[in-house]
Structure formats: structure tokens, C-alpha cells
């Protein structure tokens, strides 16, 4: 037996994606975006309401970073979600995080978060707040990579989002291999 719950913003797993751009002035600022993900090859998709400081900040700038949130920084991530820019400008000092300029585009690397996308504006739709983004570099802080040279999620603890609960969680152990254990069906 199922239960419904009609219409509801719920998807498992949900990402915590921080948003990143710089003012008018060049003052970054970040934001938590409750909504995004992959969008189409080499974009990402997120949900920036217009009334956001940073929807005026990516318009002008034309480009953005998109950190995952992990497990060692719930409590800035959460933080840099519920304040915003437009009332607390120094909001990413008050939260004691620390940005560089982007390699690749003109927007803020926060870098205790140690995985970014570096992303282009494509488009956005002041309807809507959907917002895509070309990716043009994805970088990861070293102490996340593994002997190979590929980032280890054991190492990083990407957090999501459980929108059912209200709660941050930490994903978790590895139940299978991609494109292979589907195979044991044919």
C-alpha cells in the first residue's frame, strides 16, 4: 500500500548547491539554492527567485559558482540560505567564509567548500527564477581526491537536503556500480 501526498517539492536526493557571484562592486556573495541540479550536458540548472541579491548579481555579471555543500560546513551553508544579502551585505564574513576569484569566469570561489562548478549565465526567467548555467570548469580542493586523482566522496561528505524532514544529510555508502550491475538482468 501506498501513501499520497499530493504535489509536493520533494526529490531524494536533494543537492545543496551555494550559489556565488559578485556585486556591482565586486563584493562576492553566496547564496544556498534549494533547487537545481544537471540541466543538459555541461549545464546546470537552479532556481534563483528574482528578489535575491544574487538574481541581480548573475544578471549583471553574466556568471556564477555553484559549491556542493558538505558535511563540515552544514552550519554555513544553512546560514548563507536563511540571511539575506539584500539585508546583511557581509553576510559570507559573518559566516567566516573565505572567497578568490574563479579561473575560468568572473565569480567568487568560496574555498572552504571544496568542490565548485565555474558556470556561464545561459539564460534566466524572471517568471520562473530558473536559471541555467554553462559549466566551464569544475575544480576540487586536493584533500578530496583519492590516489587516482578523482574526487572521494568518503573524503568530501556532499550533504543534501531532506525536504521532507527539514534536515541536512550526509550521503553515504556505496549499493552498486553504474552500467554494470544492471547487466546481471540480461
Not at 501526498?5 to 536533494?14: D, E, I, K, S
Request: glycine share 10%; charged share 25%; net charge negative.
Amino acid at each position: 500500500m501506498r501513501k499520497n501526498f499530493g504535489v509536493q517539492t520533494w526529490l531524494y536526493p536533494m543537492p545543496v548547491l551555494i550559489v556565488g557571484t559578485y556585486d556591482e562592486a565586486g563584493v562576492p556573495d553566496a547564496m544556498n539554492a534549494a533547487w537545481g541540479g544537471i540541466h543538459d550536458t555541461n549545464q546546470i540548472g537552479v532556481c534563483i527567485d528574482p528578489g535575491h541579491k544574487t538574481a541581480k548579481n548573475l544578471l549583471a555579471g553574466k556568471a556564477f559558482t555553484v559549491s556542493i555543500g558538505d558535511a563540515a560546513h552544514v552550519v554555513e551553508c544553512d546560514f548563507v540560505g536563511i540571511v539575506s544579502a539584500n539585508e546583511l551585505p557581509g553576510k559570507l564574513e559573518q559566516a567566516g567564509l573565505h572567497t578568490h576569484k574563479a579561473e575560468f569566469v568572473d565569480a567568487p570561489v568560496i574555498e572552504e567548500f571544496p568542490m565548485t562548478l565555474e558556470c556561464r549565465l545561459v539564460s534566466y526567467d524572471p517568471e520562473t527564477g530558473c536559471t541555467v548555467g554553462e559549466i566551464v570548469n569544475v575544480s576540487a580542493d586536493e584533500r578530496i581526491l583519492d590516489t587516482t586523482g578523482k574526487i572521494d566522496p568518503a573524503a568530501f561528505e556532499p550533504i543534501t537536503f531532506d525536504p521532507v524532514n527539514h534536515v541536512y544529510r550526509k550521503l553515504g555508502e556505496v549499493v552498486g556500480t553504474a552500467f554494470r550491475d544492471g547487466r546481471k538482468l540480461r
